[in-house]
């Protein structure tokens, strides 16, 4: 990670090296700490910031769900976020808002503890690597088992994230790029940090967030366009085995954005290479983001 210049903190401009907090900050002990991941894009009209919005509306129903009251309005935060892209002088980039307890408590209530608010934006290129968005990545299934649906799948908390860290230790550390998580009834949840999508004879499924999944805006955000394009995508539990049958596999993502999977559990997907209805895809959400497509302008919010 190349430092920038600036991080917003709690409404001011701090410079990089000074954006600190104590050791005794709560979400360092708890995991008490929720977060959004974004990413602004250049594009013909300016650097773009991509469902801006939505993403700090979440970010505030994920404080309320752990009741932690923020100060900012979405509008703040939004209006905060361009205002750091254009100081960091960044015509694309990744933006990481978190809201997290700091001093006042350390104990497991956290009630006196301060809120505070973040925003950090820097340069980050593909997650799981420009190789793997070209010819697709290895995964496995993993032996963690998603978090169950009673402690907030739905809310990006940074403790509930010990769950993906696991799973994603555990596959690189076998040889393989990504794992795929299955819930606490053994269905198909999601990957360590990505919603998964799979194909089969022409229909594009993915698991409803019942399953234990993020809600994911990415995730939507393929999904209407696939629709939008002609096919017909539907919300479906599905097993294991369903990833061995399948014709195509991928994930989605702010930081993954449309990965091809070419191999689960050391089987091909398909012939082993990203298949048509990934790639369309995959085309429609990069011309999306890059400001090459006319539907949906209001996902763009300019910089």
């Known amino acids: ?119 950090i934006t820097w340069e980050w290129g593909a997650y799981l690597g420009e190789e793997g968005m070209r010819d697709g990545i290895r995964v496995r299934v993993s032996s963690w088992r ?38 606490t009834e053994g269905k198909i949840s999601e990957g360590s940090g990505e919603n998964i999508f799979i194909i089969t004879d022409g229909v594009v499924y993915t698991p409803p967030v019942s399953a234990g999944c993020l809600d994911g805006i990415t995730r939507d955000t393929v999904a209407t366009l696939l629709a939008e394009d002609g096919y017909e995508v539907v ?16 994930f989605t993502g702010t930081a993954a954005e449309v990965t091809p999977v070419r191999e689960v559990d050391d089987r091909a997907v398909g012939d082993g290479k990203p298949g048509p209805i990934t790639k369309r895809a995959q085309q429609l959400y990069l011309d999306m983001v890059g400001g090459k497509l006319d539907v949906h302008p209001e996902w763009l919010e300019y910089v």
């Open 1 to 119: 990670m190349e430092p920038t210049k600036y991080i917003w903190l709690d409404g001011e401009m701090v410079p990089w090296d000074e954006a600190n907090v104590h050791v005794l900050t709560h979400a360092i002990h708890y995991g008490t700490a929720v977060f959004e991941g974004i990413r602004a894009y250049e594009t013909p009209n300016g650097a773009a910031v991509f469902r801006l919005t939505k993403h700090m509306d979440r970010l505030r129903r994920s404080a309320k769900a752990y009741q932690m009251p923020v100060e900012w309005s979405t509008e703040n935060l939004t209006k905060a976020t361009k205002e750091l892209i254009v100081a960091n002088e960044l015509k694309s980039c990744y933006v990481r808002p978190v809201t997290f307890l700091e001093l006042g408590a350390l104990g497991l209530n956290p009630s006196n503890a301060r809120v505070r608010t973040a925003i």
């Open 235 to 250: 919300e479906k539990s599905f097993s294991r085995s369903d990833l061995y049958y399948c014709d195509e596999v991928f």
């Open 146 to 183: 998603r978090f169950p649906m009673d402690v907030f799948p739905n809310a990006k908390a940074s403790g509930t994230y010990i769950n993906s860290i696991l799973a994603k230790m555990e596959a690189v550390g076998n040889g393989y790029d990504e794992a795929i998580m299955l819930n």
